[in-house]
């Protein structure tokens, strides 16, 4: 029991100190790929901080919705991201819910953000809501498709039980339901932390917007909260990635030892997945709204494939 | 004993690439450009002359690896230049006009995956020991869905060169199970196959120029008109 209530502080720390970073990381490595001088490693931190410190505006036209929102989303991000293993096999809220449950909070939350939007009546506020809701409508079957692919493999869908799982058999990443099913599963992380070729983090240009639109009327510490949960957000779906499909180094006991050598090994993935996700996001240019839809289609149609060679290479 | 010299290693990388060469196949199908559908095929046969190869190692049988390299010589390398040179001598890049529209085709594809799937199945026996004699056996259902999707594409298709590509890319499916259930055909078959291939991508380009010439455009459904 003080075990359990243990590595679910360590875990929220983690998780909250390490997301900044994993941001930072990709912001700094884009800019020196595009030989830039870049913001420095930190500068997601200073930014929470100071929005943290500052005042803030609240519309006139805002209701309740306004104010709740930034809370639902930042608990049900943070909520999310106990029910995943990050540094121990065993995720410490893994008993409550497998990854049915992380996805389903992710939505809760981004639900939330969509009414958010709505709620204080500004036309920018809809647009990206609606746009939002759109790409993650199709996001969502190449996402559950790619997660129920893993799931039969590993005959569970509590996502200790499938990093436990696959950490048992070496070269099953290789297996190519693993390797459809991840290529998917990029796909969707890239349009769900709306990075480039989906949507731009770096820019308040009204075509394009859409996650920038929704958030556009927060400001202080509830915009702190929102980039915060982004930040989380970002960091589950790399997870996932990263420790569902290439577990090694994993650790299963409580000992200095093998916690210290997974928290090690965890950073060096999910930095290296920072890299890729930069380099994807350096060599292509933004997509047509119109033109993500088919995007994503490639996303479902791989993890369709996925889905069907677990059966078709049982042999 | 070194990890690659295992045939369990073997069996997920003949697995591994046999899934990619599916997911090319239906990147072919769902393919606009011309060009990006000609590199698909390239790759495709790169892939296969890689499992033949596979198979070859585990298997020790010195005629197998002369498929492969017919295979990469022939396929992955000659036809696609030739297509290539072809393409750019008839100035038309975006050319693929499919009679079916995008989302129907993949869920066609996607269903004769499953036919080949459902056909596969009845020919396979799970008692069946692992050893390099066995290697590639589960990739059958890959090589029936490449030839039905190929079979598709050629339907599909109206253009001259995207029909020839299909028709390789059927063959391609031909030599998967050629070479994952019998360790490949005797040698002189196999000769007789890369050369007839390599002659029939030769004419048939040929044939899509002359084509071009007559008709300015590559639209079967023209030939009708020559009817006297």
């Given at each position: 029991m003080i075990e359990k209530i243990f590595s679910t502080l360590i875990q929220i720390a983690l998780v909250l100190l390490l997301s900044p970073l994993v941001t930072g990381f990709n912001r700094a490595f884009k800019a020196r790929v595009q030989t830039r001088r870049g913001p420095s490693l930190i500068?997601?931190?200073?930014?929470?901080?100071?929005?943290?410190?500052?005042?803030?505006?609240?519309?006139?036209?805002?209701?309740?919705?306004?104010?709740?929102?930034?809370?639902?989303?930042?608990?049900t991000t943070l909520l999310a991201s106990l029910l995943i293993p990050t540094v121990s096999a065993n995720a410490p809220l893994s008993l409550f819910g497998g990854v049915l449950a992380v996805v389903y909070l992710l939505a809760l939350g981004r639900f939330f953000l969509a009414l958010g939007g709505l709620d204080t009546g500004s036309s920018f506020g809809g647009l990206g809501s609606s746009r939002e809701m759109t790409i993650s409508a199709i996001a969502e079957p190449a996402l559950m498709l790619a997660v129920f692919t893993v799931a039969i493999g590993a005959g569970s869908t509590n996502l200790s039980t499938v990093a436990l799982s696959a950490l048992g058999q070496s070269?099953?990443?290789?297996?190519?339901?693993?390797?459809?099913?991840?290529?998917?599963?990029?796909?969707?992380?890239?349009?769900?932390?709306?990075?480039?070729?989906?949507?731009?983090?770096?820019?308040?240009?009204?075509?394009?917007?859409?996650?920038?639109?929704?958030?556009?009327?927060?400001?202080?510490?509830y915009l702190a909260l929102i980039e915060w949960a982004a930040f989380i957000k970002q960091l589950v779906l790399m997870t996932i990635l990263v420790n569902v499909f290439f577990p090694f180094g994993l650790a299963t006991d409580w000992s200095a030892g093998s916690v210290l050598f997974s928290l090690a090994l965890f950073i060096a993935k999910l930095l290296l997945l920072a890299i890729v996700v930069a380099v994807v996001e350096v060599s292509n240019a933004k997509m047509r709204l119109f033109r993500v839809p088919e995007l994503l289609a490639i996303a479902f149609v791989l993890s369709a494939l996925a889905l069907v060679s677990t059966f078709l290479f049982q042999a | 004993?070194?990890?690659?010299?295992?045939?369990?290693?073997?069996?997920?990388?003949?697995?591994?690439?046999?899934?990619?060469?599916?997911?090319?196949?239906?990147?072919?199908?769902?393919?606009?450009?011309?060009?990006?559908?000609?590199?698909?095929?390239?790759?495709?046969?790169?892939?296969?002359?890689?499992?033949?190869?596979?198979?070859?190692?585990?298997?020790?049988?010195?005629?197998?690896?002369?498929?492969?390299?017919?295979?990469?010589?022939?396929?992955?390398?000659?036809?696609?230049?030739?297509?290539?040179?072809?393409?750019?001598?008839?100035?038309?890049?975006?050319?693929?006009?499919?009679?079916?529209?995008?989302?129907?085709?993949?869920?066609?594809?996607?269903?004769?995956?499953?036919?080949?799937?459902?056909?596969?199945?009845?020919?396979?026996?799970?008692?069946?020991?692992?050893?390099?004699?066995?290697?590639?056996?589960?990739?059958?259902?890959?090589?029936?869905?490449?030839?039905?999707?190929?079979?598709?594409?050629?339907?599909?298709?109206?253009?001259?060169?995207?029909q020839v590509l299909a028709l390789l890319s059927l063959e391609n499916g031909i030599f998967l199970a050629a070479i994952s259930l019998t360790y490949g055909m005797p040698m002189i078959v196999e000769i007789g196959i890369f050369f007839d291939v390599l002659v029939a991508g030769m004419v048939l380009a040929i044939l899509v120029y002359r084509i071009r010439e007559t008709f300015d455009s590559t639209d079967v459904s023209r030939l009708s008109r020559l009817k006297g």
């Open positions: 500068q997601p931190y200073r930014d929470l901080y100071k929005l943290l410190r500052k005042g803030m505006v609240i519309p006139e036209t805002a209701s309740w919705i306004f104010t709740a929102t930034p809370y639902v989303l930042f608990v070269w099953r990443f290789l297996a190519p339901s693993q390797m459809l099913a991840f290529a998917a599963l990029f796909i969707v992380l890239i349009a769900e932390t709306g990075r480039i070729p989906v949507d731009n983090p770096a820019t308040h240009l009204e075509l394009t917007m859409i996650h920038e639109a929704m958030i556009l009327e927060y400001s202080g510490p | 004993m070194h990890f690659w010299q295992d045939v369990l290693f073997g069996n997920r990388m003949i697995t591994l690439m046999a899934a990619m060469v599916l997911v090319l196949q239906i990147t072919m199908v769902t393919q606009r450009w011309l060009v990006t559908s000609i590199r698909a095929f390239a790759v495709q046969s790169f892939l296969l002359a890689c499992i033949a190869n596979t198979i070859a190692y585990y298997n020790n049988a010195p005629h197998i690896y002369a498929a492969a390299l017919f295979m990469l010589v022939v396929k992955a390398i000659l036809l696609p230049v030739i297509f290539e040179r072809l393409v750019s001598k008839i100035e038309i890049r975006q050319e693929i006009e499919p009679l079916i529209n995008a989302p129907i085709t993949v869920i066609i594809t996607g269903l004769l995956t499953l036919l080949a799937y459902v056909v596969a199945e009845s020919l396979h026996r799970p008692d069946e020991p692992m050893g390099p004699a066995s290697l590639g056996h589960n990739t059958l259902a890959v090589a029936i869905a490449l030839f039905l999707i190929g079979f598709f594409m050629m339907v599909n298709r109206r253009k001259a060169l995207t």
